[in-house]
């Protein structure tokens, strides 16, 4: 009974994102309309915040938009296509939607309105709302509204340094970053230390392998072997990631 209860939560849930946010063809029409009409209001109405101010009767003589209504003379009415992206930014969902319009031969692209969503908020329009982009840059966005709920969050590791043989000290570092620094040792920056409260891990990079030593309260251990890259990043995003098994399967010193 319990597992059906929180099921229906999270149905409905998805339901509310969905419909919350489910017709950004409708405030790009508003969009292209605000424009046609010079209508401030309207424009206000679908801008982000921080654009809200430079809105006003003075917007529609600028010469970029004044391309734009130019360009919107020649608009059937009709929507092309919508596609759309997410990613988790700063700890928030970002649903991005681009909405294709009408072709423009001249420009060699096509014409769009970008919207984006944050935590399941009113569409708002990224900029000045309408552009030209290629339709390869719109044929990299999918054309399902990706499902908020299942966008996974990048995992912070507040408690984790990294310090280069260089000196580079990089405090709270991502598993990429962790990764490209591994990736980037050489003669030259031939170590890396991986350190947080309770102990610490660090590799030192040779032309015959990398090697790996670590400690914490129990000790200092060295591994008795040398690994090649795969291997010393797979336990280093172990360890950081905090799992029970990262130093299993290799002989200690």
């Known amino acids: 009974m319990k597992k059906l209860y929180v099921t ?8 509310q994102l969905i419909f919350a946010i489910s017709n950004p063809e409708e405030i790009a029409n508003e969009i292209i309309k605000a424009y046609q009409n010079s209508d401030e209001d309207l424009l206000k109405k679908h801008a982000s915040g921080m654009l809200i101010p430079a809105i006003n009767e003075t917007l529609f003589s600028d010469p970029e938009v004044i391309k734009i209504k130019t360009m919107l003379e020649n608009w059937n009415g009709k929507i092309i296509e919508t ?34 969503s944050v935590d ?35 995992k912070e590791y507040k408690k984790f340094t990294i310090e280069m ?24 920056n031939f170590f890396l230390s991986l350190s947080h409260e309770d102990g610490f891990i660090q590799t030192a990079y040779s032309e015959n392998g990398f090697t790996i030593e670590y400690s914490n309260s129990d000790g200092y251990f060295v591994a008795s072997e040398l690994f090649d890259l795969e291997k010393v990043v797979q336990v280093f995003s172990k360890y950081m990631n905090e799992e029970k098994d990262w130093k299993t399967n290799i002989d200690w010193e």
Not at 8 to 15: D, E, M, Q, R, T
Not at 102 to 109: I, K, R
Not at 166 to 188: C, R, V, W, Y
């Open 165 to 188: 043989a260089t000196g580079e000290i990089i405090k709270n570092p991502s598993i990429e970053q962790l990764e490209e620094l591994l990736a980037s040792l050489d003669d030259d």
């Open 120 to 154: 399941n908020s009113d569409w708002k329009a990224i900029g000045f709302g309408i552009t030209i982009i290629e339709s390869s840059e719109f044929e990299k966005f999918s054309l399902q509204m990706p499902d908020p709920i299942n966008i996974e969050t990048k």
């Open 83 to 116: 596609r759309y992206a997410a990613e988790e930014m700063a700890g928030k969902i970002v649903l991005s939607s681009v909405v294709y319009f009408m072709d423009c031969p001249a420009e060699n692209g096509l014409g769009v309105v970008i919207l984006s």
């Open 8 to 15: 229906l939560i999270l149905v409905l849930i998805a339901l």
